[in-house]
T-cell receptor
């Protein structure tokens, strides 16, 4: 059983608020990822990290930012939430080498009103 | 560059019937391929993976997939569908460009009819 956690699971917040979505894993994985997924749609990679102090933007442009100051923790922050940010956000982690699968958290469903 | 194509965004089968979900990949090097399942309001769960060992890969919940290099395919099958198989299924390939990214298909929603 993979141990990757996301909080909160559901969040409803007003426009303009700053929010942080938490993601933690206890497997010691170096690589972590954030995906954005609209209901019933494909996953879009928005951020990834190879390890501590390493962050990269993904394939889909996002106004969010991430940090990686501890191996186990990869939070995502939106400085000013907008309705266009309404989506599901999935966090994942994986180990080396590349044929190791990604382990996913349960997701955070964000609604910005 | 690598890519993944899932044919059929929606598939319906009767309970007890064969499940076949199609995935084709494009890769200039031997790929690592994965099938994931996603239930409503949950993250993705690994069903099975191909890592250049056996071409027929068995996974959880009775699913299996066969890697066919000549057809660049990695189709997912299950002999007999169960109501609990209704979910979204994603095929993915891990890139070999050194960026450790995974490319996901657009997903196939499986509906199981009673």
């Amino acid at each position: 059983e993979a141990d990757i956690y996301q909080t909160p699971r559901y969040l409803v917040i007003g426009t303009g608020k700053k929010i942080t979505l938490e993601c933690s894993q206890t497997m010691g994985h170096d690589k972590m990822y954030w995906y954005q997924q609209d209901p019933g749609m494909e996953l879009h990679l928005i951020h990834y990290s190879y390890g501590v102090n390493s962050t990269e933007k993904g394939d889909l442009s996002s106004e969010s930012t991430v940090s990686r100051i501890r191996t186990e923790h990869f939070p995502l922050t939106l400085e000013s939430a907008r309705p266009s940010h309404t989506s599901q956000y999935l966090c994942a982690s994986s180990d080396f080498p590349q044929h190791y699968e990604q382990y996913f958290g349960p997701g955070t469903r964000l609604t910005v009103t | 560059a690598q890519s993944v194509t899932q044919l059929g965004s929606h598939v319906s089968v009767s309970e007890g019937a064969l499940v076949l979900l199609r995935c084709n990949y494009s890769s200039s090097v031997p790929p690592y391929l994965f099938w994931y399942v996603q239930y409503p309001n949950q993250g993705l769960q690994l069903l099975l993976k191909y890592t250049s060992a056996a071409t027929l890969v068995k996974g959880i919940n009775g699913f299996e997939a066969e890697f066919k290099k000549s057809e660049t395919s990695f189709h997912l099958t299950k002999p007999s569908a169960h109501m609990s198989d209704a979910a979204e299924y994603f095929c993915a390939v891990s890139t070999t460009s050194g960026t450790y990214k995974y490319i996901f298909g657009t997903g196939t929603r499986l509906k199981v009819l009673a």
